[in-house]
């Protein structure tokens, strides 16, 4: 028998069994897709097959996402990915037959085989990858969409930075301002109420770019404090090219703080936990404010500039 005969023979026959689906549309990822070495191994034996056709064979009956090591399959030869395979309680989701522990060799190694595009490959990534690489670098891929990045509400929306601008501008009503300094002034009538919620989100466009200034209360372990910080709508590689600075004061006093604005790509929460910000206590926010401290009055100043 030639070298590689045994699994062309192999991958027939799991076609065959493929063929019975009834498979959902696939990922717009998968439709068109480079296969520059499907036909490695086999002889030529799989010229017959289009790309679609392996594409399809990749593809999970369950979740429609591309399948990885290990990948199962049952009795009748119907695949399925590892993750739903845990799900379906060892029950074949296309014959209902039992799963058992089943590996499907031929197409892990048929995977082995190719070079697809990154699924961002819509928004600017014209990459290629092997197979079993693309998972990884589309983990990190400088143009896979962003998060919204209003941290009121748990927003699900994603996209490119134009989107996401037009997004927080109609959606949720956030204030825009051009220019690279500003000057806001917070006020709160009850000083003693200190919730875990953001209070303010301002975007600022300066530079050719979107910088979002968050101001918000929480309670940093048993103690209330105010937090202000810049976000960058960017990756992190751009963002390490600006610089903010924020202070606050009152009363003959100034609190200063200075630094490198985080990416988007980092989470409202991951930031703020990591305390990069300007932190006033409260103590101090309410001796700033005058008066009979009992009415919170912050002034809040800042500049952003990109460094040479």
């Known amino acids: 028998m030639a070298p590689g005969g045994g699994i062309c ?3 027939i026959e799991s076609s065959i069994a493929f063929a019975d689906y009834d498979m959902a549309t696939s990922n717009v990822e998968l439709r068109g897709s480079p296969c520059r070495k499907a036909t490695t191994g086999c002889g030529g034996n799989l010229g017959t097959t289009s790309n679609n056709d392996v594409h399809e064979l990749l593809e999970c009956p369950v979740c429609l996402n591309l399948m ?3 990948i199962y399959q049952c009795p009748n030869g119907h695949t399925l990915c590892s993750s739903c395979k845990a799900r379906v309680r ?11 522990n089943i590996r499907c060799l031929a197409l892990e190694k048929i995977a082995e085989s190719l070079e697809l595009p990154c699924r961002y490959q819509f928004l600017g990534c014209q990459d290629i ?15 896979r969409p962003y998060n919204c990045p209003y941290a009121g509400a748990e927003c699900s929306v994603t996209g490119d930075i134009p989107l996401l601008v037009r997004h927080l501008k109609n959606d949720h009503k956030v204030d825009m301002h051009d220019g690279s300094t500003f000057n806001h002034r917070y006020v709160k009538a009850n000083a003693q109420e200190v ?3 953001t209070w303010m989100l301002t975007v600022f466009n300066c530079f050719g770019r979107q910088f979002c200034l968050h101001f918000e209360a929480f309670h940093l372990g048993m103690a209330p404090v105010y937090m202000a910080f810049l976000r960058f709508m960017g990756d992190e590689e751009e963002a390490r090219q600006f610089s903010y600075s924020l202070e606050v004061g009152g009363n003959g006093r100034k609190l200063m703080w200075q630094g490198i604005p985080r990416s988007i790509r980092d989470s409202h929460k991951k930031v703020r936990d990591s305390q990069d910000g300007l932190i006033i206590q409260r103590n101090l926010a309410l001796f700033f404010s005058g008066g009979d401290r009992q009415e919170l009055k ?7 500039w990109k460094e040479q």
């Open 195 to 197: 919730e875990n919620a």
């Open 298 to 304: 912050l002034k809040v100043a800042g500049r952003i």
């Open 90 to 100: 060892n029950s074949c989701p296309t014959c209902r037959h039992e799963l058992g």
């Open 129 to 143: 990858f092997p197979y079993y690489s693309k998972l990884k670098h589309e983990k990190n891929c400088k143009y």
């Open 9 to 11: 023979k192999e991958v």
């Open 68 to 70: 990885y090591p290990p």
